[in-house]
Antibody, heavy 117, light 111 residues
Framework: QVQLVESGGGVVQPGTSLRLSCTAS????????LHWVRQAPGKGLEWVAL????????FYGDSVKGRFTISRDNSRDTLYLQMDSLRAEDTAMYFC??????????WGQGTLVTVSS | DIQMTQSPSSLSASVGDRVTITCQAS??????LNWYQQKPGKAPKLLIS???NRETGVPSRFSGIGSGTYFTLTISSLQPEDIATYYC?????????????FGGGTKVEIK
């Protein structure tokens, strides 16, 4: 069965960096685009970034553009999110999610990022 | 950018009640509208895609309808296991940025 497992979250200070990973299994990783979606504590869902199945195209939400970088390693079945210049408002649970056509059909359980001094 | 507006933001209903959640898009999105259910501490789960296509395993009491800018998700007979927050979501298409745009969510509770 399809599984997405995020890792790399933690508590960091404002202005620092963090890299999240999402390891996939149960399907052919290189055939699907992937999103990062975040959810601040007690808030709704916010789209962060999307990467094409082959890494050829990347898109970002306005709130993270220029600070976050999405990438993937299809040889390792792994998705990444490099987060730089972190701010308090980046505090959230970060989910990776698989793209199937125009829907997101599988989600990981999330990894929590807390930005605090 | 397309905005998705959900209402109500929360509701309380009795077991067996019919519950309807609405989602309005700021522009015509045809039937490019999906619904997700998120239980506390869990990841969202896809319930309905393309306005009305129920995913495998989703109970038949969940149904979706709409087109253009107005969409609804109905639970025909609310069950205790339906307690969750529900989100509508639109996926942009190229040449626009293929972002995921979510509604603000509707928290469903049992009265």
């Amino acid at each position: 069965q399809v599984q997405l497992v995020e890792s790399g979250g933690g508590v960091v200070q404002p202005g620092t960096s963090l890299r999240l990973s999402c390891t996939a299994s149960g399907y052919t990783f290189s055939r699907h685009g992937l999103h990062w979606v975040r959810q601040a504590p007690g808030k709704g869902l916010e789209w962060v970034a999307l990467i094409w199945y082959d890494g050829s195209k990347k898109f970002y939400g306005d709130s993270v553009k220029g600070r976050f970088t999405i990438s993937r390693d299809n040889s390792r079945d792994t998705l990444y999110l490099q987060m730089d210049s972190l701010r308090a408002e980046d505090t959230a649970m970060y989910f990776c999610a698989r793209l199937l056509g125009n829907i997101v059909d599988y989600w990981g359980q999330g990894t929590l990022v807390t930005v605090s001094s | 950018d397309i905005q998705m507006t959900q209402s109500p933001s929360s509701l309380s209903a009795s077991v067996g009640d019919r519950v309807t959640i609405t989602c309005q898009a700021s522009h015509d999105i045809s039937n490019d509208l999906n619904w997700y259910q998120q239980k506390p501490g869990k990841a969202p789960k896809l319930l309905i895609s393309d306005t009305w296509n129920r995913e495998t395993g989703v109970p038949s009491r969940f149904s979706g309808i709409g087109s253009g800018t107005y969409f609804t998700l109905t639970i025909s007979s609310l069950q205790p296991e339906d307690i969750a927050t529900y989100y509508c979501q639109h996926y942009g298409r190229l040449p626009a940025i293929p972002a995921l745009t979510f509604g603000g969510g509707t928290k469903v509770e049992i009265k």
